[in-house]
């Protein structure tokens, strides 16, 4: 079970290519009506390089190359039927583009209980860099096990 | 999209609301395909029995998307400087997420022009299922 011993503790550092096919699959999902997030030439007419990662688009790529259920089953000692997602937030730096290469830096920055134990949180923090070793965003996710 | 200037912004002032279809089988299998994450809680009833739910329900990071577009629609991208989202309740399968937000407050933030909006994602019911703040950058 998760303590605060994990605190400090790498959960992957995992460098991912940003694909048009999946950026269009993602506005697919969420119904994204805007153009400019499926069609390349309406990036380019809205002056992005190419189509934009859209704002929570990045914790999906955080996952790519790792085994998230891992992570809260054999890292934090949780199980998977009774974890919730908590609190997320996106601090953003610089946008990123289909075509950028980014590499995504995660640790376990808390662990803490709520409920006399009845609730613990883990918290991992995440930060974005792309190919020029630009700073693209910090990510922040809080995981509950009820 | 121009970008929005803080002459045209007032505390107060509301985002255009964003009201989805009704969340389905289908929505939740398409997020899972597209977002990468495969909890089975969300895709399979069977699992989510086990786990002493009555059923799959939505990912959260499914109306925290939602959330993006509701920003994405008001302002371009590129002004956004933070979203803070709280997961407050779960959406189930039929519920309805109805998106909006309101500008909150004015502030100044490494140097730029900036405001904080509220934005929220409820279900037809008036129920909260995820709340938060974005900071938006202002020309």
């Known amino acids: 079970m998760a303590d605060k011993s994990l605190i400090g503790r790498s959960t992957g550092v995992t460098t991912v290519e940003v694909e048009k096919g999946r950026l269009r699959f993602f506005a697919k999902a969420i119904g994204e009506t805007d153009p400019i997030y499926t069609d390349e030439a309406a990036a380019k007419a809205a002056g992005y390089r190419s189509l934009p990662v859209p704002p929570t688009f990045l914790m999906c790529l955080e996952s790519e190359g790792r085994n998230p259920q891992s992570i809260v089953e054999d890292v934090m000692g949780f199980d998977l039927g009774r974890i919730l997602h908590a609190e997320q937030g996106f601090t953003y730096h610089a946008m990123a583009f289909a075509g950028d290469v980014l590499t995504f830096d995660t640790h376990i920055v808390d662990v803490y209980e709520k409920k006399g134990g009845a609730l613990t949180f883990v918290v991992q923090e995440t930060r974005v860099t792309n190919q020029a070793g630009e700073h693209i965003a910090d990510l922040r996710s809080s995981l509950v096990q009820r | 999209m ?128 995820v709340v938060g703040d974005a900071i938006v950058a202002l020309s």
């Not at chain 2, 002493?52 to 629609?73: E, I, K, N, Q, W």
Request: net charge neutral.
């Open chain 2, 2 to 129: 121009a970008m929005l200037s803080h002459e045209q912004v007032r505390v107060g002032d509301t985002l255009p609301p964003l009201t989805l279809r009704p969340i389905n089988r289908t929505t939740l299998a398409l997020y899972a395909g597209a977002s990468g994450d495969h909890n089975q809680i969300h895709i399979d009833i069977d699992f989510a029995r086990k786990a002493g739910m009555p059923d799959v329900f939505a990912h959260g990071m499914l109306s925290a998307a939602y959330l993006g577009r509701l920003l994405t629609a008001w302002v371009p991208q590129s002004q956004l400087r933070k979203i803070t989202v709280r997961f407050t309740g779960i959406t189930q399968l039929g519920h309805v997420p109805h998106l909006t937000g309101h500008v909150a407050e004015e502030l100044e933030q490494n140097g730029e022009r900036c405001v904080r909006v509220e934005i929220r994602c409820e279900n037809q019911y008036g129920e909260h299922k």
